[in-house]
């Protein structure tokens, strides 16, 4: 059977991430190099200057540095670079580009939000259990960005085949830069960040009929250190997150609880990544507002609200290495 190495990195707001897979004809993938994760917050005041910021393209320029180191070792058929939400907004994105370029010898795509939410889909699906019920809705919960992406019913469009995508501007680094600018926020401006976010989600639902959804499934660093801590881990294990199935009431209670906790206190969690520590408060209420409103018009769609989801480690990363395998096979 025909196959293709690739290297996949996914550059977000607050993270890079770079994996490494061998992808068949039959769309079969086999990691070579699981995911490599850097917090880079690339990000940073890029919601306010509209630029990249001169020490954040340092931690950039590090992490891909790194990532080459890793890369010299695999004879890859190809490298796909994905840029997202915060090099979309930024003004001397070129700048970043060609560093970037200099380093990786590939230059970075910077993909539309809809192409993001796209994959996201991809990857996070790529794994599903069939006994999860259609439609799909995947959230992918980013830094700058949060795609929401409904998948068919299984029925007359196959479970896998996006129906409608929305890329909404609202992330854990831009409400935490927007609003949440005090340790812990006040509650004004958590009031305020709520009304950001629930007037983004309400747009992007004349898009996507969420409420259609009958499964939630959430990808990103967000969900799966939120989901983490509402399972009562001391320690973040992608072995036990992935795939693991978490009520909305048990969500709600740890997002809120670590929205309103002062950041040296979150500290003292291993669980959460040491480069989550000042917007994951921002991330948990972009979360919490996701899952109440889908929840809410699930109910009025079809008289059931939808009372858990499935976090899932699956997502962009996989969607990009997945795509650009099957484009190369399909080129050969």
């Given at each position: 059977m025909k196959s293709v190495m690739v290297a996949g990195v996914d550059c977000g707001t607050n993270s890079i991430r770079l994996k490494i897979s061998r992808v068949d004809e039959q769309g079969g993938v086999e990691d070579v190099v699981p995911r490599i994760l850097r917090?880079?917050?690339?990000?940073q005041d890029v919601d306010k200057t509209h630029r990249f910021a001169d020490e954040a393209?340092?931690?950039?320029?590090?992490?891909?540095?790194?990532?080459?180191?890793?890369?010299?070792?695999?004879?890859?058929?190809?490298?796909?670079?994905?840029?997202?939400?915060?090099?979309?907004?930024?003004?001397?994105?070129?700048?970043?580009?060609?560093?970037?370029?200099?380093?990786?010898?590939?230059?970075?795509?910077?993909?539309?939000?809809?192409?993001?939410?796209?994959?996201?889909?991809?990857?996070?699906?790529?794994?599903v259990r069939r006994d999860v019920q259609a439609p799909y809705l995947v959230v992918d919960l980013?830094?700058?960005?949060?795609?929401?992406?409904?998948?068919?019913?299984?029925?007359s469009h196959p479970s896998t085949q996006?129906?409608?995508?929305?890329?909404?501007?609202?992330?854990?680094?831009?409400?935490?830069?927007?609003?949440?600018?005090?340790?812990?926020?006040?509650?004004?401006?958590i009031e305020e960040a709520i009304a950001d976010i629930d007037e983004h989600i309400d747009k992007a639902f004349t898009?996507?009929?969420?409420?259609?959804?009958?499964?939630?499934?959430?990808?990103s660093g967000t969900v799966t250190t939120m989901t983490a801590l509402a399972m009562g881990l001391d320690e973040y294990d992608h072995s036990v997150v992935d795939g693991a199935r978490c009520t909305l009431q048990d969500a709600y209670a740890v997002d809120d609880k670590f929205l309103h906790m002062p950041r040296e206190e979150r500290l003292t969690y291993k669980t959460i990544h040491p480069g989550r520590i000042d917007v994951v408060g921002g991330g948990a209420l972009v979360?919490?507002?996701?899952?109440?409103?889908?929840?809410?018009?699930?109910?009025?769609?079809?008289?059931?609200?939808?009372?858990?989801?499935?976090?899932?480690?699956?997502?962009?990363?996989?969607?990009?290495?997945?795509?650009?395998?099957?484009?190369?096979?399909?080129?050969?």
């Amino acid at each position: 059977m025909k196959s293709v190495m690739v290297a996949g990195v996914d550059c977000g707001t607050n993270s890079i991430r770079l994996k490494i897979s061998r992808v068949d004809e039959q769309g079969g993938v086999e990691d070579v190099v699981p995911r490599i994760l850097r917090v880079i917050r690339l990000g940073q005041d890029v919601d306010k200057t509209h630029r990249f910021a001169d020490e954040a393209l340092d931690r950039a320029y590090a992490a891909a540095r790194e990532f080459a180191d890793v890369l010299a070792k695999y004879p890859v058929d190809g490298i796909r670079f994905v840029a997202t939400s915060a090099t979309r907004d930024a003004l001397n994105r070129e700048e970043f580009e060609d560093g970037i370029e200099r380093i990786l010898g590939v230059r970075p795509e910077v993909i539309p939000g809809t192409e993001e939410a796209d994959l996201s889909f991809l990857g996070a699906t790529s794994i599903v259990r069939r006994d999860v019920q259609a439609p799909y809705l995947v959230v992918d919960l980013g830094g700058g960005s949060t795609e929401l992406v409904l998948g068919g019913d299984g029925v007359s469009h196959p479970s896998t085949q996006v129906q409608a995508a929305y890329s909404m501007n609202i992330g854990s680094v831009r409400m935490t830069e927007r609003h949440l600018r005090n340790d812990p926020p006040t509650q004004t401006q958590i009031e305020e960040a709520i009304a950001d976010i629930d007037e983004h989600i309400d747009k992007a639902f004349t898009t996507v009929p969420a409420g259609k959804a009958r499964t939630i499934i959430g990808v990103s660093g967000t969900v799966t250190t939120m989901t983490a801590l509402a399972m009562g881990l001391d320690e973040y294990d992608h072995s036990v997150v992935d795939g693991a199935r978490c009520t909305l009431q048990d969500a709600y209670a740890v997002d809120d609880k670590f929205l309103h906790m002062p950041r040296e206190e979150r500290l003292t969690y291993k669980t959460i990544h040491p480069g989550r520590i000042d917007v994951v408060g921002g991330g948990a209420l972009v979360w919490n507002r996701v899952l109440a409103k889908v929840s809410a018009a699930a109910l009025a769609d079809h008289g059931q609200a939808i009372d858990s989801f499935i976090a899932s480690e699956h997502g962009l990363l996989d969607g990009i290495v997945l795509d650009y395998g099957k484009r190369l096979l399909a080129a050969r």
